[in-house]
T-cell receptor, first 115, second 118 residues
Framework: AQSVTQPDIHITVSEGASLELRCNYS??????LFWYVQSPGQGLQLLLK??????LVQGIKGFEAEFKRSQSSFNLRKPSVHWSDAAEYFC?????????????FGTGTLLAVQP | GAVVSQHPSWVICKSGTSVKIECRSL??????MFWYRQFPKQSLMLMAT?????????EQGVEKDKFLINHASLTLSTLTVTSAHPEDSSFYIC??????????????FGNGTRLTVT
């Protein structure tokens, strides 16, 4: 069965510093991969997604992620973090095929931004 | 963009009562909706998948008689927590898939409902 691992539960970075959030997945084929962000008490907002093609995908708010098949990873990056980026970030795997796609979420990484 | 409205945002109820949570797609037809539960500082756990006009499919370990899901129209799905107990207190989030988009299009999420059972 597919699964998603986010090794870092909590990360603190300084404003203006670069950021990388790790995500590893387990799936027999190439899955659909997503990164979502959740602000406290809110729903989820899609940052970016990967289905196929170029392995470096650009998302909203200056985020990007790179799919590395050999490492089963889909790490999220941002070159310069803003205080407003403080939130919880979830990596998710969608299973191709069928008329619906259920998402399997990782346990999330809580990002804190220091002034 | 596509908007999913979830209501109420928060609710407090007494143990033994039932609570209904609504999930509406405002500007698209949601042929499929998903209900998730999120415990504090944990990830989202899929509870069930509902398709318009048919019975919901529940994930393993989720009591279908306790968490009643109704997807009676293309824009509305409801989750009713029956005979609520304190351990049902959680953050419930719905998501919807636009039936006009490819099946692998991203889901649209509601803002969640914080349920507290006293």
């Amino acid at each position: 069965a597919q699964s998603v691992t986010q090794p870092d539960i909590h990360i603190t970075v300084s404003e203006g510093a670069s950021l990388e959030l790790r995500c590893n997945y387990s799936y027999g084929a190439t899955p659909y991969l997503f990164w979502y962000v959740q602000s406290p008490g809110q729903g989820l907002q899609l940052l970016l997604k990967y289905f196929s093609g170029d392995t470096l995908v650009q998302g909203i708010k200056g985020f990007e992620a790179e799919f590395k098949r050999s490492q089963s990873s889909f790490n999220l990056r941002k070159p310069s973090v803003h205080w407003s980026d403080a939130a919880e970030y979830f990596c998710a795997v969608g299973t191709p095929g069928g008329a619906t796609n259920k998402l399997i979420f990782g346990t999330g990484t809580l990002l804190a931004v220091q002034p | 963009g596509a908007v999913v409205s979830q209501h109420p945002s928060w609710v407090i109820c007494k143990s033994g009562t039932s609570v209904k949570i609504e999930c509406r797609s405002l500007d698209f037809q949601a042929t499929t909706m998903f209900w998730y539960r999120q415990f504090p500082k944990q990830s989202l756990m899929l509870m069930a998948t509902s398709n318009e006009g048919s019975k919901a499919t529940y994930e393993q370990g989720v009591e279908k008689d306790k968490f009643l899901i109704n997807h009676a129209s293309l824009t509305l799905s409801t989750l009713t927590v029956t005979s609520a107990h304190p351990e049902d207190s959680s953050f419930y989030i719905c998501s919807a898939r636009d039936g006009q988009q490819p099946y692998n299009s991203p889901l649209h999420f509601g803002n969640g409902t914080r349920l507290t059972v006293t």
